[in-house]
Structures are given as structure tokens and as C-alpha cells.
């Protein structure tokens, strides 16, 4: 969690961090006058100073007129720390025992909620950089320890591990100990602007099925390609060596390379 700064500071760092998140953000009045997830962190920083200053009444009223104003509701008591950013922020809920770190991130959508109505610690803790996807639901009192990324619509109820990514109702870790062809697939992949990051395996998504399939079968292709080029030169036989391009480095942009500029 962040070290004590005043009220001040964390508003002022909740403003700036938004150009390193956001690449649409141009100016600082335009982060403020503008980005509703930034005016309702700036509400929360305010309401949370009179919750713990036993104003409890006022606290709950300038977040309920937070929510109005913003579609962002965040309860007074949860703790934040630095730099914490929503993006669009549209129906984003965070109950009131929530503690969230330092330099977070999160999607609109996202719900921070508890599974019991007993008090206590019911709503879960987020540690460092944890980037929460839209929609995603990260329910009861658990934890996501630093670096943890929750993918898109994602609903999690046990705690994750340090640099883990979880997708998927309900949430599953995605191995990361990939094989050298599916590297060169995610690779190849990113290298036509296709992202499944977020997606679970239940996503029955007719356009990433069709990519996928085409990567595989390029790259099926090229190993047939190699084996018999390989048996013609065991068998005495030449093959023209001719430099094949590399598709997994190639800029696969729609417009041709070879288009004549006026």
C-alpha cells in the first residue's frame, strides 16, 4: 500500500498518471474536466478524508453525489493508494472494504463486491499494478497480489498469484509456459492486431477461431514446405534456396508495400 502523502499530492498524481494510461489524454484540464473515472477518484480522495475524520454522513453524501455525477460508485471507507486510474468507468462498483494499491488500473464495468452481508473483510484487496479488465467481477474477501492481470468479463473468487492473468467464468490462470509454435503464434498474431488477451476458452468468437486457424495453418504449411524440400536433397535432387519471408517479424498492414506513392 502507499506510503502517507497528503490529500493533495495523491489528487495531483491521479491527474498525471492518466498520460501514461490513456494515449487520448492531451492535456491536464481536459483529464479533469472530462474523464469521469478521474472526478470520481478525486470525489472518493475527499470523502474518504471526512469518513476517517468521523464525518461518516457527509462522506457517504459526496459519494452518492459522486455516483450520479460519474456512474462511479465507490464507497468512502475503501482504501487506495497512488495513481490509481479508471478508464471510461461507467458502472464501476467497490464496496466498502475494498483496499486497492498503488498504481492500479481499472476497465468500466468492474465490480469489486463482496459474497456475505456479515461484517468484517467481505470485499477483495488489490496489491500493486493490478489491472482489472471491463466487466470483470473479483468478488469476496480475497487477493490479488502484485502484477495480476484480470481479463475482460472475468469473474474471480479465489486469490491469485503474483503476475498471474485470469479469464474466464470462473477465473482460471492462463499458462504462460508456452511452446515455441505457440509463441510464434501469439507473435504472428499480435503482428496483424489480434489480441485474445481477456478472452476465455468458452468464447466461441467466429473471427479469433478463423485467425487462430489460419496461423496454425501457415505455419503447418511451412513445415511441410521444409520436410520435403529436405527428403528431395536426401535423395540427391536439388531445390532452388530460395529466402522465404519471415512472418512471425513482417508488417502484415492491409495496404501493399509495393503501392506507388503519388
Sequence with gaps: MSDQVTLWQQIKEDVLCVFDRDPAARNVFEIITTYPGVQAIQWHRISHW?????????????????????????????????????????GV??????????????????TLGGTSWKEGKRHPTLANNVVVGAGAKVLGPIYLHEGVRVGSNAVVIKDVCSGETVVGV?????????????????????SVGFDAYGT?????????????????HIQALDKRVESMADTIHQLGGEVEQVE???????????????????
Design 244 to 262: 522465404m519471408p519471415k512472418l512471425d517479424g513482417c508488417d502484415l498492414s492491409i495496404e501493399s508495400p509495393n503501392k506507388e506513392v503519388d
Design 170 to 190: 470462473p477465473g482460471r490462470i492462463v499458462n504462460t509456459d508456452l511452446s515455441d509454435d505457440k509463441k510464434k503464434q501469439h507473435k504472428l498474431a499480435q
Design 93 to 110: 462498483v467497490i464496496g466498502e472494504t475494498a483496499e486497492i494499491g498503488d498504481d492500479c488500473t481499472m476497465y468500466h464495468g468492474v
Design 50 to 90: 471526512l469518513w476517517q475524520h468521523k464525518c461518516k454522513w457527509l462522506a457517504r453524501f459526496l459519494s452518492t453525489i459522486s455516483r450520479w455525477l460519474t456512474g462511479i460508485e465507490i464507497h468512502p471507507a475503501v482504501r487506495i493508494g497512488r495513481r490509481f486510474f479508471i478508464d471510461h468507468g461507467m
Design 200 to 216: 476465455s476458452g468458452e468464447t466461441l468468437d467466429p473471427v479469433a477461431a478463423a485467425i487462430h486457424g489460419l496461423i496454425e
